[in-house]
């Protein structure tokens, strides 16, 4: 008898030798050791023995049935080494100890300011909103006062797409969805609007020093009862005076804009020379940062507001512009220019 538990064996351990995964090994364990297993199986056989026979026979199989169990076990070990090295040979190496790879990216100049104006502007209540780039003609021009061949238009030629949109001038261009958005809120809960949104636009420029094809400006807009160029002015400073941590002035004068009415350049004294009068200022003590105005009634009416009972304040800040001032960036299109080495310098200003 003890034969068939040493063929069983045998037929066990070459079987076992082919196994190289779990699930193969479970099968290969229940066909010997489960409940109809062959192991279990040879029992039967015990029947016919004599009690002395069936003495060895029983303890013949136990000790089968205990190796045969060790040796799975055995290889069910080994399957999960194996696994365990498989997948390492996998995984990049990585090592946690490592240094901080100081080589990574930096956030782009234009990103630091206008992340620190949204923030500046969030603090004073306006909400920060997102644009397309692509827009419709009514958006960046009629419903901004600048019907079909008024010469404005001149000044901001665009991309236009086959479908008859076109790449935004200006973030002016969002103004009539923003009026659309807020005016239930102003209209029947008191809401002021205040909202800034951010964005890049686009203009078929002869690119220079100064001139670019691709540029940021940050438009801000607040509508309320009795707004007036005094809300304006105290805004502009503020946020001014917080991006260049130092007291900034700020003074108006008129610039013509379809969309406003009364409209201005708002300058601020020289960040040089803090308006002694230098080479930067061309010796006058002032430079031009951000055009702004009085929104006209005709574009608050395209939005839905009545121009009787609101008025409020627009400017467009030029945010590329604001970025070179603050950075001293003399050449526009090193802003666009993907160099990291001009582009990192700005790094440690977060
Ligand atoms: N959208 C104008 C431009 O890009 C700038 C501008 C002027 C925006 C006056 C305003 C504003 O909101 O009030 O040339």
């Not at 949109?165 to 809960?189: F, G, P, V």
């Amino acid at each position: 008898m003890s034969e068939k538990t040493t063929q069983l064996r045998e037929s066990f351990v070459s079987a076992l030798s082919a196994v190289d995964n779990m699930e193969a090994l479970e099968a290969i364990r229940v066909e010997y050791l489960g409940k109809k297993g062959l192991v279990t199986e040879l029992l039967k056989d015990m029947k016919n023995l004599s009690p002395e026979e069936k003495k060895t026979f029983g303890q013949a199989v136990n000790v089968l049935k205990e190796e045969v169990t060790e040796m799975v076990a055995g290889k069910r070990e080994e399957i999960k080494q194996a696994e365990i090295e498989r997948e390492n040979n996998l995984m990049p190496e990585f090592d946690i100890s490592a240094p901080a790879n100081l080589d990574r990216g930096s956030y782009h100049p234009i990103t630091l300011v206008q992340r620190q104006c949204e923030e500046i502007f969030r603090s004073m209540g306006f909400a920060v909103e997102d644009y397309s780039e692509i827009v419709t003609d009514y958006e960046c021009f009629e419903a901004l006062n600048i019907p079909k061949n008024h010469p404005a238009r001149d000044m901001q030629d665009t991309y236009y797409l086959e479908n008859g949109q076109l790449l935004k001038s200006h973030t002016s261009a969002a103004q009539n969805a923003i009026y659309k958005k807020y005016k239930d809120a102003l209209i029947n809960e008191s809401k002021p609007i205040k909202a800034i949104f951010p964005g890049r636009c686009f203009r078929n420029e002869a690119t220079d020093a100064c001139h670019e094809n691709t540029f940021f400006q940050m438009e801000g807009v607040m509508v309320d009862k009795n707004i007036s160029i005094s809300n304006l002015i105290f805004f502009m400073k503020t946020m001014l005076s917080e991006v260049f941590q130092k007291d900034i002035k700020v003074r108006l004068r008129p610039g013509f804009f379809p969309f406003v009415e009364p409209g201005f350049e708002l300058d601020i004294s020289c960040l040089i020379c803090g308006g002694e009068g230098c080479a930067s200022c061309k010796h006058s003590g002032w430079l031009e940062l951000c055009p702004c105005g009085m929104i006209h009634p005709e574009v608050l009416r395209a939005g839905g507001i009545d121009p009787e009972e609101y008025t409020g304040f627009a400017f467009g800040l030029g945010l590329t512009r604001l970025a070179m001032m603050k950075y001293g960036v003399k050449d526009i299109r090193d802003l666009n220019s993907g160099s990291l080495k001009v582009l990192s310098q700005f790094t440690d200003d977060k």
